[in-house]
C-alpha cells in the first residue's frame, strides 16, 4: 500500500502563507486525482483541494482564489500553496487520492493561524 507524508505545516499569522507537501512512496499520483483534505477539532475531515492527473483543479469555497493545488509526478509529491491564511483554516492537513484509500491516511501536518 502506498504510504502519504505530509509536511510543511507550522504556526502562522493571520494573512500568511505556507506550502505543505505530500511525498507518496509509490507512483500514485501519476494514475489518480490527488486531494488535500483537513480537519479541525470537532469537525468532519474535509476535501479543500484537489488536481486531477491531468492537471485539472478544484477548491472548497472557502478556500479558492487563496489555496493552489499541484503536483510534480516525477517526483511523487503534491502541494498546496496556502496564501491569505485565516484562523478557520486552523486544522490538521492530509492529502490522499479520490476517493481516499483509508490505508493511505498519513499523519498530517498541523497548521494553526493565530490571530
Known amino acids: 500500500q502506498v504510504q502519504l507524508v505530509e509536511s510543511g505545516g507550522g504556526l502562522v499569522q493571520v494573512g500568511g502563507s505556507l506550502r505543505l507537501s505530500c511525498a507518496a512512496s509509490?507512483?500514485?499520483?501519476?494514475?489518480?486525482?490527488m486531494g488535500w483534505y483537513r480537519q479541525a477539532p470537532g469537525k468532519p475531515r474535509e476535501l479543500v483541494a484537489s488536481?486531477?492527473?491531468?492537471?485539472?483543479?478544484n477548491y472548497a469555497d472557502s478556500v479558492k482564489g487563496r489555496f493552489t493545488v499541484s503536483r510534480d509526478n516525477a517526483k511523487n509529491t503534491g502541494y498546496l500553496q496556502m496564501n491569505s491564511l485565516k484562523p478557520e483554516d486552523t486544522a490538521v492537513y492530509y492529502c490522499?487520492?479520490?476517493?481516499?484509500?483509508?490505508?493511505?491516511w498519513g499523519q498530517g501536518t498541523q497548521v494553526t493561524v493565530s490571530s
Open positions: 490522499n487520492v479520490i476517493p481516499p484509500r483509508s490505508a493511505s
Open positions: 488536481i486531477t492527473q491531468y492537471g485539472r483543479t
Open positions: 509509490g507512483s500514485i499520483f501519476s494514475f489518480n486525482a
